[in-house]
C-alpha cells in the first residue's frame, strides 16, 4: 500500500501553523488587539492615523470621542451623521469593555471612565514608562499616538514589544 506522505505533511504543518497563529491571537493575550475591520471607520480614521483597535478603549470613551468629531484633537474630523452613526456603532460593540468583558488594557481605569487618549490609560503608561522624552520626540516617532513608530504590526493588531 502506497501511503501518500506528502499530502500529510502538508496537512500537519498547515494546521501547525494555523495553531501558531491563533495562540499569538488569543482573546486573553493583553498584547494583541483584534484590528478595525469595519471599512467605514478604517476610510475615516485611518485616513489621518492609525485606525486604533476598538477594544483599547470602553465604550464611553468611543461614543464621547465621536461625539465631538468637530474637536478632534485640535482638529475638525467632522462627518455626516449617517456615517457618524456607523462609525460609532461599531467602536461601541468592539469596544474594551463590550459584552461585560473587561480588557486588561482597561486595569486601573475606574468603571464609566470615558478617556480620550489610550496613551493615558493607566495601564498603557506603565507598559511604556520605560520609554524616555527624547525617544517620543524623536523624528521617526514623533509622538505616543505612533504606535506603528515602535510596534511594526500594530495595524495587523499586535502590540508586542519589538
Given at each position: 500500500?502506497?501511503?501518500?506522505?506528502?499530502?500529510?505533511?502538508?496537512?500537519?504543518?498547515?494546521?501547525?501553523?494555523?495553531?501558531?497563529?491563533?495562540?499569538?491571537?488569543?482573546?486573553?493575550?493583553?498584547?494583541?488587539?483584534?484590528?478595525?475591520?469595519?471599512?467605514?471607520?478604517?476610510?475615516?480614521?485611518?485616513?489621518?492615523?492609525?485606525?486604533?483597535?476598538?477594544?483599547?478603549?470602553?465604550?464611553?470613551?468611543?461614543?464621547?470621542m465621536m461625539a465631538e468629531l468637530q474637536d478632534h484633537f485640535g482638529d475638525d474630523a467632522s462627518l455626516d451623521a449617517d456615517t457618524t452613526t456607523a462609525i460609532t456603532r461599531y467602536l461601541v460593540?468592539?469596544?474594551?469593555?463590550?459584552?461585560?468583558?473587561?480588557?486588561?488594557?482597561?486595569?486601573?481605569?475606574?468603571?464609566?471612565?470615558?478617556?480620550?487618549?489610550?496613551?493615558?490609560?493607566?495601564?498603557?503608561?506603565?507598559?511604556?514608562?520605560?520609554?524616555?522624552?527624547?525617544?517620543?520626540?524623536?523624528?521617526?516617532?514623533?509622538?505616543?499616538?505612533?504606535?506603528?513608530?515602535?510596534?511594526?504590526?500594530?495595524?495587523?493588531?499586535?502590540?508586542?514589544?519589538?
Amino acid at each position: 500500500m502506497n501511503i501518500p506522505f506528502r499530502p500529510l505533511i502538508m496537512a500537519v504543518l498547515a494546521v501547525s501553523a494555523a495553531g501558531l497563529v491563533f495562540t499569538r491571537a488569543q482573546a486573553g493575550d493583553d498584547e494583541y488587539f483584534a484590528p478595525v475591520t469595519d471599512p467605514a471607520t478604517l476610510s475615516e480614521c485611518g485616513s489621518c492615523h492609525l485606525a486604533f483597535p476598538p477594544s483599547m478603549l470602553p465604550a464611553a470613551s468611543w461614543k464621547r470621542m465621536m461625539a465631538e468629531l468637530q474637536d478632534h484633537f485640535g482638529d475638525d474630523a467632522s462627518l455626516d451623521a449617517d456615517t457618524t452613526t456607523a462609525i460609532t456603532r461599531y467602536l461601541v460593540a468592539n469596544a474594551g469593555d463590550a459584552g461585560g468583558y473587561r480588557r486588561d488594557i482597561l486595569r486601573g481605569l475606574p468603571r464609566g471612565a470615558a478617556p480620550q487618549r489610550i496613551t493615558e490609560l493607566p495601564k498603557w503608561v506603565h507598559e511604556h514608562d520605560e520609554v524616555s522624552e527624547a525617544e517620543w520626540r524623536a523624528k521617526d516617532v514623533g509622538s505616543k499616538a505612533n504606535c506603528p513608530a515602535c510596534h511594526v504590526d500594530a495595524d495587523k493588531g499586535y502590540f508586542e514589544d519589538d
